[in-house]
């Protein structure tokens, strides 16, 4: 007689690990922390390791196309490091190269992340960076001067904080205070939590529609009254920077929102936004503020600097097109750093034409594969990457500021490709 068994249940196999939020939103909520202990230059990359891990062990993960770019643009920067000379070249090129590994990881982090984190979680994220931005560029204008002696800095080796860039990262300033000469008065320039004005400039101008992205998408309450009362305030660490380059890169962002929202037949909000910017220019006006601005440039001409050394900067990188020369070297004509001042010239310069390239295929292929989106939130979100495509060219790109331009693209990705509500 055959014994007859029922046949045994086997339990199904495991899905992919969840992978928790916090590693992702700590270098935002904990922005002023980080700051505040001199680590803003490592904290990235640790968290980015960490979650690197998170995505080995997951049992899968989706790689977008966009960062698969930035991983051969990864590989192709390693190779151009032969050309480096130099303890300060080379810690320059690590943490260039560093900061865009931390980026990627990032981008692919949150693109897997479905379970515990969505764009909301992100833009409010977003927010509480802005806050310590707007915060501590108020704080700047009362105390311009001072500068931190952080844990972080009295750790290393005085080797290491010897070197100017490394001492600007761990014993950070408040604000740069510069007294072109001839000028009546010394500028008191915001740029906390960076190390210099143009980190500031280029967050606030990243920040600021992901700030208003978030308004979306949330009712009206009390908290609107505030993040409203927040942007004014704004203004006044804002003004104080007299960085030019920032307030093109707001009425870049801000008139790509509009003139979308007028494409769509979405008059009232476009024409409330016209009367806003309407109403804020003429304040800066009326102020005094674009004066002030402009009177900088009377004792300092940057621009004039730049045009003779972004030309020497191109001519240079045509006699290494390919590989660049790794890290910047200075232009005895000008007296500045070819490779300097925009990451465009950063990238051709170090990387080559083929590194630039591939940067400009992640952006700007990455920009025009989410052009498509239609809501509200999402327009405010892709006017970050809008923007990137044209101030990148006369800012340099910190870690910060480049994970929040990665993020503003995953999360139009992902929606894209999910079918999220955005």
């Given at each position: 007689m055959a014994l007859l068994t029922s046949p045994v249940a086997r339990p199904a196999p495991a899905g992919p690990a969840a992978l928790p939020a916090w590693p992702l939103l700590t270098l935002f909520y904990g922005l002023?922390?980080?700051?505040?202990?001199?680590?803003?230059?490592?904290?990235?990359?640790?968290?980015?390791?960490?979650?690197?891990?998170?995505?080995?062990?997951?049992?899968?993960?989706?790689?977008?196309?966009?960062?698969?770019?930035?991983?051969?643009?990864?590989?192709?920067?390693?190779?151009?490091?032969?050309?480096?000379?130099?303890?300060?070249?080379?810690?320059?090129?690590?943490?260039?190269?560093?900061?865009?590994?931390?980026?990627?990881?990032?981008?692919?982090?949150?693109?897997?992340?479905?379970?515990?984190?969505?764009?909301?979680?992100?833009?409010?994220?977003?927010?509480?960076?802005?806050?310590?931005?707007?915060?501590?560029?108020?704080?700047?204008?009362?105390?311009?001067?001072?500068?931190?002696?952080?844990?972080?800095?009295?750790?290393?080796?005085?080797?290491?904080?010897?070197?100017?860039?490394?001492?600007?990262?761990v014993f950070p300033p408040l604000a740069e205070v510069q007294q072109p000469w001839g000028a009546p008065e010394p500028y008191n320039r915001p740029s906390a939590p960076f190390p210099y004005t143009n980190g500031w400039g280029s967050g606030f101008v990243i920040l600021t529609p992901l700030v208003l992205a978030y308004l979306t998408t949330v009712r009206f309450r009390a908290r609107h009254l505030l993040v409203v009362a927040g942007l004014t305030v704004s203004l006044v660490p804002a003004v104080a920077t007299t960085n030019r380059g920032m307030f093109l890169g707001i009425g870049l962002a801000m008139g790509y929102v509009l003139v979308r929202w007028a494409l769509q037949g979405r008059v009232l909000p476009a024409l409330f936004g016209i009367a806003v910017a309407a109403a804020v220019a003429g304040w800066l006006v009326a102020s005094g503020s674009v004066e002030r601005i402009l009177g900088r440039q009377q004792y300092s001409d940057s621009t004039g600097d730049r045009g003779e050394l972004y030309t020497d900067t191109f001519l240079a990188t045509l006699d290494s097109p390919l590989l660049g020369y790794g890290a910047p070297l200075l232009d005895e004509t000008v007296g500045i750093h070819m490779g300097t001042q925009g990451y465009l010239w950063t990238l051709m310069f170090c990387y080559g034409f083929v590194g630039l390239g591939l940067f400009m295929a992640f952006l700007h292929g990455g920009t025009l594969a989410t052009l498509r989106v239609r809501s509200s939130t999402g327009i405010l979100v892709h006017a970050v990457p809008v923007a990137a495509c044209v101030f990148f060219a006369y800012y340099g790109l910190d870690a910060v500021q480049f994970i929040l331009i990665c993020l503003s693209l995953a999360v139009l990705l992902r929606a894209q490709r999910y079918g999220e509500q955005l």
């Open positions: 002023p922390v980080i700051w505040a202990l001199g680590a803003l230059q490592f904290a990235p990359t640790l968290l980015a390791l960490f979650m690197l891990v998170l995505l080995v062990l997951r049992r899968s993960v989706v790689v977008p196309a966009p960062a698969w770019i930035l991983a051969v643009f990864l590989l192709w920067a390693a190779a151009g490091s032969v050309q480096i000379e130099g303890l300060g070249s080379w810690l320059g090129f690590a943490l260039r190269w560093v900061n865009i590994f931390s980026a990627t990881v990032f981008f692919v982090y949150y693109y897997n992340a479905r379970e515990h984190l969505d764009h909301r979680r992100v833009l409010r994220a977003a927010v509480a960076a802005w806050t310590t931005l707007v915060g501590l560029g108020c704080l700047a204008l009362v105390i311009p001067e001072a500068r931190l002696t952080t844990p972080v800095g009295l750790l290393l080796p005085e080797v290491l904080t010897a070197n100017e860039l490394v001492q600007d990262f």
